[in-house]
């Protein structure tokens, strides 16, 4: 009886930044939980990738190769799809410097994927979902991928820490204007996960060591806890949880 609320079948999730990394591991535990996944990336060998795994769980896939932060083209992909009724707001990116010596060009850009391309995404989705017949009844769920350093502070991450911290609030403000929908709003929050985006971090000898004695559960996220964090929420299982952060940091901000 319990285990039917985790049943996704038939729904259509929307995920972003979907060809590597966290963006493909999301949309991959989706679709072995049923749910027909549109895929979008800036690269179309690795969506085509991607799409070709997701296949495999019999459901369907479709996938846009667009920079999220081209709102024309962005809005024309979500406006010309039939439903949605999950969002992973996942596209991000980061640019690590002391705050000192942060280039405004690199603010500005980590600022329009990490915020403004994210708000623009949430907002084009969220009014489709109201559109759809029935959406009280079904409900709806948007996953905004927030970090660890949406809720503390870190060395180099200025901007980073500004972005995360932003996408909080957002996600708090969208639960409550968006619950008389039955449309759910959270947040997950990773710890440093192994992805192609962060390994190239962890090849610094000391700031992996660094970063290891902060989290009390002594190990990375792997993709897989992140993603199985986005099911959940993606599910009726969390149908009562809204505006809140699931962290997935090994205890990283318990401290």
Wanted: aromatic content about 8%.
């Amino acid at each position: 009886m319990f285990l039917k609320k985790y049943n996704l079948k038939n729904k259509t999730a929307v995920v972003t930044g979907a060809g590597k990394g966290l963006g493909k591991a999301c949309a991959i535990a989706l679709a072995e939980a049923g749910v027909n996944v549109v895929i979008i990336s800036r690269t179309q060998k690795d969506l085509n990738k991607v799409s070709k795994i997701i296949k495999k769980y019999k459901v369907k896939c479709q996938s846009f190769s667009c920079d999220v932060t081209n709102y024309s083209e962005i809005k024309k992909i979500i406006n010309n799809l039939k439903r949605i009724d999950i969002l992973v707001n996942n596209a991000g990116n980061n640019i690590p410097s002391h705050f000192t010596k942060v280039k405004t060009r690199d603010m500005e850009y980590i600022v329009k994927l990490n915020t403004i391309a994210t708000f623009n995404l949430a907002q084009l989705c969220a009014i489709k979902m109201i559109k759809f017949k029935n959406r009280k009844k079904i409900g709806g769920s948007i996953i905004n991928m927030s970090s660890q350093m949406g809720h503390v502070g870190g060395p180099i991450r200025s901007v980073y820490n500004m972005t995360k911290f932003g996408i909080e609030g957002l996600t708090k403000s969208m639960s409550i204007d968006l619950a008389k929908n039955n449309i759910r709003v959270n947040t997950v929050a990773p710890t440093f996960v192994v992805t192609p985006m962060t390994s190239k971090f962890f090849k610094n000898k000391k700031f992996k060591s660094e970063t290891l004695n902060n989290i009390p559960l002594g190990r990375f996220a792997e993709l897989s806890d992140v993603a199985s964090a986005v099911v959940f929420l993606a599910s009726d299982a969390a149908s009562m949880i809204t505006g809140t952060s699931l962290l997935v940091d090994g205890g990283w901000t318990a401290k």
